[in-house]
């Protein structure tokens, strides 16, 4: 499984952007996907998670209602459209893949199996 993710940039607060994730090498849709991130001197953070056919998501607490993740299985492509963006949420953002649907509580604990390079999204205040 190769994952790369795009669409990061430098945006003021109050802004928005749109994370893509290009997967390939297996059948993107046979996978859980998910969002990650992590900003310098922290640990990584869950973010959100899609299940297979995009029906069921889950997003950690300081991200509900400002991002969104969905995919497009005939593209084969992930994505994250983050709105009412803080400087807080400076960081380098990573797709991941799963073969299983894991709670968020486990996903945070153990991420997931498979990790794309990460893209940068800073924001000004």
């Known amino acids: 499984v190769q994952l790369q993710a795009s669409g990061g940039g430098l945006v003021q607060a109050g802004g928005s952007l749109r994370l893509s994730c290009i997967f390939s090498?297996?059948?993107?849709?046979?996978?859980?996907m998910g969002w990650f991130r992590q900003a310098p001197g922290k640990e990584r953070e869950f973010l959100a998670v899609i299940s297979r056919s995009g029906s069921t998501t889950d997003y950690a607490d300081s991200v509900k209602g400002r991002f969104t993740i969905s995919r497009d299985n005939a593209e084969n492509t992930l994505y994250l459209q983050m709105t009412s963006l803080k400087p807080e949420d400076t960081a380098v953002y990573s797709c991941a893949a799963d073969s299983i649907y894991y709670s968020q509580t486990y996903y945070s604990k153990y991420g997931m199996d498979y990790w794309g390079r990460g893209t940068q999204v800073t924001v000004s205040s």
């Open positions: 090498g297996r059948t993107f849709g046979a996978y859980v």
